[in-house]
């Protein structure tokens, strides 16, 4: 494996449990096939781990003691019998061509194909994202499941609503024609909440479906009841001669939470966005030559270590190797980010899928498959994706012992009715009860979060600020420290002409018309630069009579009957030219941020050329208001030399720089803050960038970057200007207080209404809560919250 494939699979925590045996990196050759996994949370485990349990004739090994004991305690549950019924096979070793889904919350739930988990009744998703993907058949089932029905939610609950409109017209049917339409509603568009509603307490794990599947079997249960046998109900209870029934009120929570999982799948399918991009770089074929000397294009998967494959100009590295014939510039801008070429000789590495820009290669294969640079960051950035905990964990835990209080209020109210109530004690216990639950109901509660959040997202799109999560928008506003890429982030991300030094008798003018004359020749972004310079300046170029470029040092040619050499100082080392007296000068360029060029006529140098890439004018004012909203600490870190990333630093006055970082670095360095318990932000353009934009607690990528690089991350700069960085910290702020505010009023309908439905006022006031006005306290809190959050649309967002 290479460094850096080393370093990125151990400069990542684990899961949440003992990491001692951990290994995650991705299978590495024929020998990595054969090592066993972990059949609890599927982690690769190394061959002598000490955590080990024979099961069935089979030897399983786990990464920690705590997989182990989740095995012991049920071995079945972790293991998949097979036909000839030899040994138990673990799940996470599935058949080729299945595709293994787990719960973002509990990772350690695995199956083959989609489905809940049974822990938190959350849709599982992928482990691995495909490239080529079909439609998520859960999303399809629950669109249909929302749309189809929704004209009978809409019908029934006008009925509802407008029931003395109707009462002339429909008389005693009408409790029947609301049975009509709210059944198909109820129970086959809210079919799968009854599902995990049953497994939350077949697995004694109350969430969130224990409530909806409670409330809405409350409201639909009774309503049924109330209408087959309406004798049963007191006559205080009966509105124009028949008792009051909430069809209405289940198919509402039917249709809304359909609602709410439809966008939330859509929502979370765009995780594995930056994956498939990753895994879209990769070319699909490969150009082999064979021993006699013919060559063939062959599918990528086909190639072997140590096959030679030609790379033509303009086509991709299929795989990880070492260039045996032919020089190039490669644009590595995927690996480090950087916009300029790297040159590439005989002798030098390449790594796939980056891009041959100018000269033919022949490589040799020495890495492929999971061992490539590039399956490592992709691995990378599925890990910290699969590392982040969702938000909705808390609510989870809340909602457990939110469960357990209302399912015991709603027995507590039906047997202290039932047992000391007046008579009909037990009518009234039983629809006392059904009002707590109704009331309960988490509608509100279920629309607090997801509101805002819909509102803030929207109005943040205004200001060119992309977020992609509520977690992005909830920890944003808790960040003290934010590290950025340098090429695209600060700067502009592509090279211009910085300034032109003639020795004495040399005017600048002179020395770059001549520079420029002989860089016409040259495709190298450099070139470009200088090129265009000149120009812009109407200088009269010469057509060279002879150009030679030597790949990372320079080039050569005759300018005007004369030679002309403009390059580094190895090239002026290798021509003799004596270039020390301008040493001086061209140090200071370079502590400018440029990239200096010696150039020399007739072996005589006569002046420098220096190409920069400029920092954005609006970056020093996004610092500093960056600065003002509490981010004290700034940290570069960019794969560009130590010496022009120090002199960017000192210009922007950021005095924490790192220069010459690999993707894992950056990744390790997110780590290592978060740590420190510092909660990071991570802000960059690049695909080098990706890793450490999935770990950052805020991943901020600029929209003049790469899609990688946005996948990645939680946040997106539409205009790729920091500025929107301060945008984005009042956007969080604003939201988040508007969530709090919406919590509060759904606990506040809650806590002044389950005990009116309780009837604990009943002894002073002689009034009981009916399940319709609990219906109608639930709909006020929803209402109440999206009123709320609507307010967002009218936030003031300033940059500066």
């Known amino acids: 494996m290479s460094e850096t494939g080393h370093a990125s699979a151990h400069g990542r925590p684990g899961h949440d449990h003992g990491h001692e045996e951990h290994d995650r990196r991705p299978p590495a050759g024929p020998a990595a096939e054969a090592a066993p996994t972990d059949p609890v949370c599927g982690m690769t485990v190394k061959p002598d781990s000490p955590h080990h349990l024979q099961f069935e004739g089979a030897d399983y090994r786990f990464c920690s003691a705590h997989c182990l004991d989740k095995f012991r305690a049920d071995p079945a549950r972790y293991v998949q019998p097979v036909e000839d019924g030899a040994h138990a096979q673990p799940q996470s070793q599935a058949a080729a061509g299945d595709v293994e889904y787990t719960c973002p919350m509990h990772p350690e739930v695995r199956q083959i194909g989609p489905g809940s988990c049974p822990k938190c009744g959350m849709a599982l998703e992928p482990v691995m994202p495909e490239l080529e993907e079909g439609a998520n058949p859960e999303l399809a089932d629950f669109r249909r499941r929302f749309w189809w029905p929704l004209p009978a939610t809409i019908l029934v609950t006008v009925i509802a609503m407008l029931g003395g409109l109707f009462d002339p017209l429909l008389g005693a049917a009408r409790p029947w024609i609301e049975l009509l339409l709210a059944t198909p509603v109820v129970l086959w568009g809210g079919w799968p909440f009854f599902v995990r509603w049953a497994q939350s307490i077949a697995n004694r794990s109350p969430n969130m479906w224990t409530l909806i599947g409670t409330g809405v079997i409350a409201a639909y249960g009774y309503s049924l009841v109330a209408t087959l046998a309406p004798g049963l109900f007191p006559e205080s209870f009966r509105m124009g001669g028949h008792v009051a029934v909430y069809f209405e009120a289940a198919a509402v929570i039917v249709s809304l939470t359909l609602l709410g999982q439809v966008l939330e799948l859509k929502a979370r399918a765009e995780t594995g966005a930056a994956i498939k991009a990753l895994l879209g770089l990769a070319p699909k074929t490969a150009r082999r030559i064979n021993a006699d000397g013919g060559e063939e294009d062959i599918p990528l998967t086909h190639v072997h270590m140590g096959d030679r494959l030609r790379v033509r100009p303009g086509e991709k590295v299929p795989v990880d190797g070492i260039v045996l014939e032919g020089a190039s510039a490669v644009d590595e801008s995927m690996l480090t980010g950087e916009p300029m070429p790297v040159s590439k000789t005989p002798g030098d590495r390449v790594i796939g899928a980056t891009l041959n820009t100018s000269g033919a290669l022949v490589m040799q294969a020495e890495k492929i498959g999971s061992q490539t640079v590039l399956a490592q960051i992709v691995q990378m950035v599925a890990l910290a994706q699969r590392s982040r905990a969702p938000m909705q964990r808390m609510a989870d835990r809340v909602a457990g012992w939110f469960v357990v209080t209302v399912v015991a209020i709603a027995a507590l109210t039906f047997f202290g009715w039932g047992l000391f109530g007046p008579e009909p004690s037990w009518a009234y216990g039983f629809i006392n009860a059904v009002a707590v639950l109704i009331i309960a109901c988490p509608c509100a509660l279920g629309l607090a979060t997801p509101m805002s959040v819909m509102v803030a997202t929207g109005r943040a799109a205004s200001e060119g600020v992309l977020f992609r999560d509520a977690a992005a928008i909830e920890n944003l506003r808790r960040v003290d420290t934010l590290i950025v890429d340098k090429t695209g982030t600060l700067t502009e991300g592509r090279p211009v002409f910085h300034s032109a030094l003639g020795a004495p008798g040399w005017e600048e003018d002179q020395v770059l018309r001549v520079a420029a004359s002989l860089d016409q020749g040259s495709e190298h972004p450099l070139a470009h630069a200088i090129v265009a310079e000149a120009r812009r300046r109407n200088l009269a170029l010469a057509k060279p009579e002879r150009f030679e470029s030597s ?26 030219v004596a270039w020390k007296p301008l040493a001086g000068q061209a140090e200071a360029l370079r502590h400018e941020g440029a990239s200096v060029m010696v150039l020399a006529v007739d072996r005589i140098p006569v002046g420098l050329v220096a190409v920069a890439d400029p920092i954005k004018a609006t970056t020093a004012d996004a610092l500093r208001a960056l600065r003002e909203h509490g981010i004290a600490r700034i940290v570069m870190a960019t794969g560009d030399g130590l010496t022009t990333a120090r002199a960017v630093g000192r210009q922007l006055g950021i005095d924490e720089v790192m220069g010459e970082v690999k993707p894992q670095d950056k990744d390790a360095l997110v780590a290592k803050l978060q740590g420190e318990g510092h909660v990071v932000a991570m802000a960059g353009d690049g695909i080098n960038d990706a890793p450490a934009l999935a770990r950052a607690d805020v991943g901020i990528a600029m929209g003049t970057g790469t899609d990688v690089a946005m996948s990645s991350a939680q946040l997106t700069l539409v205009k790729g200007d920091l500025r929107g960085i301060a945008a984005a910290l009042r956007i969080s702020d604003d ?30 006031t002689g009034l009981l809560l009916s399940p319709m006005v609990a219906a109608l306290a639930m709909s006020a809190s929803s209402v109440s919250v999206v009123t709320n959050a609507l307010r967002l649309r009218r936030a003031r967002l300033t940059h500066l």
Not at 738 to 764: E, I, K, R, S, T
């Open 551 to 576: 790949s990372g040092i320079g080039v050569r040619g005759v300018v005007e009957g004369r030679p002309v050499v403009l390059g580094n100082t190895a090239l002026m080392d290798d021509e003799g």
């Open 735 to 764: 939201t988040v207080r508007n969530m709090h505010q919406n919590l509060a009023f759904a606990f506040a309908y809650n806590a002044l209404g389950v005990p009116l439905a309780a009837g604990l006022l009943y002894p002073f």
